[in-house]
Nanobody, 120 residues
Framework: QVQLVESGGGLVQPGGSLRLSCAAS????????MGWYRQAPGKQRELVAT???????NYADSVKGRFIISRDNAKNAVYLQMNNLKPEDTAVYYC??????????????WGQGTQVTVSS
């Protein structure tokens, strides 16, 4: 069994900052890509940012220059520092990880989601 548990969401004013955290637990041999996705009401889930275990990152154009993704491989954790938040960043944010449990095939795992609301 593998679990991804997110924390750090909440309500913040426009221009403010939040830091999301996600930790993977369970039987884990290796984690390849970790990332964050978000889903706003009435919209499809979209990629926010990803980071490979070597450290290379990828960001959605809408968050470049404002969000920073990082990870701690020793803790099987990924973080998302969100700065200069805008109302359009309001969404449920989901943690995602590509995990090999026994050194063979990789599978996709998702967290339960954490709400981020940007409003004055």
């Amino acid at each position: 069994q593998v679990q991804l548990v997110e924390s750090g969401g909440g309500l913040v004013q426009p221009g403010g900052s939040l830091r999301l955290s996600c930790a993977a637990s369970g039987t884990i041999f290796n984690i390849n890509v970790m990332g964050w996705y978000r889903q706003a009401p009435g919209k499809q889930r979209e990629l926010v940012a990803t980071i490979r275990n070597g450290g290379s990152t990828n960001y959605a154009d809408s968050v470049k220059g404002r969000f920073i993704i990082s990870r701690d491989n020793a803790k099987n954790a990924v973080y998302l520092q969100m700065n200069n938040l805008k109302p359009e960043d309001t969404a449920v944010y989901y943690c995602n990880a590509l995990i090999s449990r026994y050194g063979t095939a990789y599978s996709d795992y998702w967290g339960q989601g954490t709400q981020v609301t940007v409003s004055s």
